[in-house]
């Protein structure tokens, strides 16, 4: 996610320009709706107003989006818990929201 405050678009570089919210870690539901709406890469842009994370079982590929050209998001608040875990050391309430997929991840 850009470390400024906000980001300009310039929308006629784009075909569509989508935004959803809560993706929480559905990786596969995205990439479902996103066929459905026949979203091309190539031509379009994905915004998230946040909350890419926890609960749902792919909240890393969710993640890996932010590689792409064609996906932006803004921190949510469970990105905020995760964050504030790891600044302060403190994970209880990331845990308790669905932060333990982090701890399951391996090496790989």
Do not use: C
């Not at 989508?18 to 870690?25: E, F, Q, R, Y």
């Not at 031509?43 to 989006?65: A, C, E, H, M, Y």
Request: glycine share 8%; hydrophobic share 35%; charged share 20%.
């Amino acid at each position: 996610m850009p470390s400024t405050r906000y980001q300009k678009i310039n929308a006629h570089h784009y075909r569509h320009i989508w935004v959803v919210g809560d993706i929480h870690g559905e990786y596969q539901l995205l990439q479902s709706r996103l066929h459905q709406l026949s979203f091309y890469p190539e031509t379009d842009l994905l915004i998230s107003t946040g909350d890419n994370i926890d609960r749902g079982p792919k909240s890393l590929n969710v993640l890996r989006l932010l590689n792409q050209p064609w996906f932006t998001s803004v921190k949510g608040n469970h990105e905020a818990m995760a964050l504030d875990a790891f600044e302060t050391g403190d994970g209880n309430m990331w845990l308790a929201s669905g932060g333990d997929w982090f701890f399951d991840l391996n090496d790989s």
